[in-house]
């Protein structure tokens, strides 16, 4: 069974750039697709971006232009970057297995916390 | 983008209950959608996918239907585990957008 696990900073400062890392274990990343999905406190899901192994990739139109996806497949993880975070920014940021267009979001990361302050 | 509306946003019910939810979306998505259920401070979990279809390891008081834009999710015999946020998500698009969430209290 695939498990996800997300790692970063719990703290950004505001105009700052944001680096997470999803490991995964229990399966390969060289197959299906890999979100982020982020949810502010007391709020719904926003989905981020998607991306597959063979370097393509998907995003929020809403955060295009801040947002860059890469995967590693030598350390089995896949990472996030958001530029220019802002209050706004603020929530829990999780990885998933993502079964690409038309089918679902099946295996979760339990989430990370990240606060956009100075 | 496509929106995707649910409702209520709340409800409580009793164990034993039949619970439906719903989820609208603003324009046609065939059956590319999923439900999930979130619990406080947990990571959702992939309750429906392709409208109808249950996940492996879910009960199956839980089923769901619907095409087009319309789509019901539906909890027979409420069980006191079943509280928490459900949410639902089209995958039609390639960037895919979930709905505000319903809240599920048990009485």
């Known amino acids: 069974q695939v498990q996800l696990q997300e790692s970063g900073p ?5 105009s700052e750039t ?31 971006g ?6 393509s990739t998907d995003y929020n ?10 995967l590693d497949t030598s350390k089995n993880h896949f990472s996030l970057t958001l530029s ?3 209050a706004a920014d603020t929530a829990v940021y999780y990885c998933a297995r993502d079964r690409g267009v038309g089918a679902a979001i099946d295996s979760w990361g339990q989430g990370t916390l990240v606060t956009v302050s100075s | 983008d496509i929106q995707m509306t649910q409702s209520p946003s709340s409800l409580s019910a009793s164990v034993g209950d039949r619970v439906t939810i719903t989820c609208r979306a603003s324009q046609s998505i065939s059956t590319y959608l999923n439900w999930y259920q979130q619990k406080p401070g947990k990571a959702p979990k992939l309750l429906i996918f392709g409208a ?13 239907s619907g095409s087009g834009t319309d789509f019901t999710l539906t909890i027979n015999s409420l069980q006191p585990e079943d509280f928490g946020t459900y949410f639902c998500q089209q995958s039609y698009s390639t960037s895919t957008t979930f709905g505000q969430g319903t809240r599920l209290e048990i009485k």
């Open chain 1, 10 to 14: 719990g703290l950004v400062k505001p």
């Open chain 1, 18 to 48: 944001l680096s997470l890392i999803c490991r995964v274990s229990g399966g390969s990343i060289s197959t299906y697709y890999w979100s982020w999905i982020r949810q502010p406190a007391g709020k719904g899901l926003e989905w981020i």
């Open chain 1, 50 to 55: 998607r991306m597959y192994i063979r370097g």
């Open chain 1, 61 to 70: 139109p809403s955060l295009k232009s801040r947002v860059t996806m890469s």
């Open chain 1, 84 to 86: 220019s975070m802002t």
């Open chain 2, 52 to 64: 109808s279809s249950l996940q492996s390891g879910v009960p199956s008081r839980f089923s769901g």
